[in-house]
Each structure stands twice: as C-alpha cells, then as structure tokens.
C-alpha cells in the first residue's frame, strides 16, 4: 500500500508562481512512475505532467514551458514547479504514482491552486 500526500496549493496572482510537492510512503519510490494531473471546476480531471523514475519527463501543451516536474528519490518526492500562472490553472492538482511492475496507481487526495487575475 502506498500513501500519497500533496502540499504546497494556495492563491496566488496571475504571473505568479507556486511549488507543488508529493511525497510518497510505503514502498520503493524509484518503483514508481509519478505524475500530476488537475481537475478545473466543473471539469474532468486532465493530464499536466509526468516523470519515470529514470527522469524523463512529458507535459501537457498547456503547461508545456511554464511548468516542471522533478522527483528526489531519496526524499520519495515529487515536484511541479508553475511559473507564470493563468487563471485557467485554477484547479484541484492531484499526485499519481504508478508502480511500473503492475500499473496499480495511487492517487492523492488533491491541493487546490487558485489563480487570480
């Protein structure tokens, strides 16, 4: 079993920038592919960004330039770094780990980004 747990949401201003954490308990961390997904009001959740454990990363289009995915194995955690922030991020950001051996995938519980124009 693992347990995933985002931090790092809150308000900020349009341009600005926010650092979102995930970090991951109960099991190996390099086992896992991470990645991040948000879920805008009144939308479906969609895909913002991946890292597998050896570091290669893919982006939404809309995020592609602004935001960073990064992961520290030895502290089991994932990062989204967002710059230049749009009102259209506001949204629910969700951690997702999947374990590459069988696929099963662990979700968080969400922080919320709000973006103000």
């Known amino acids: 079993q693992v347990q995933v747990v985002e931090s790092g949401g809150g308000l900020v201003q349009a341009g600005g920038s926010l650092r979102l954490s995930c970090a991951a308990s109960g099991s190996i961390f390099s086992r896992y592919t991470m990645g991040w997904y948000r879920q805008p009001p009144g939308k479906q959740r969609e895909f913002v960004a991946r890292i597998t454990s050896r570091g290669n990363t893919n982006y939404a289009d809309s995020v592609k330039g602004r935001f960073t995915i990064t992961r520290d194995n030895a502290k089991n955690t994932v990062y989204l770094q967002m710059n230049s922030l749009k009102p259209e991020d506001t949204a629910v950001y969700y951690c997702?780990?999947?374990?590459?051996?069988?696929?099963?995938?662990?979700w968080g519980q969400g922080a919320q980004v709000t973006v103000s124009s």
């Open positions: 997702r780990a999947v374990e590459i051996s069988t696929n099963l995938e662990y």
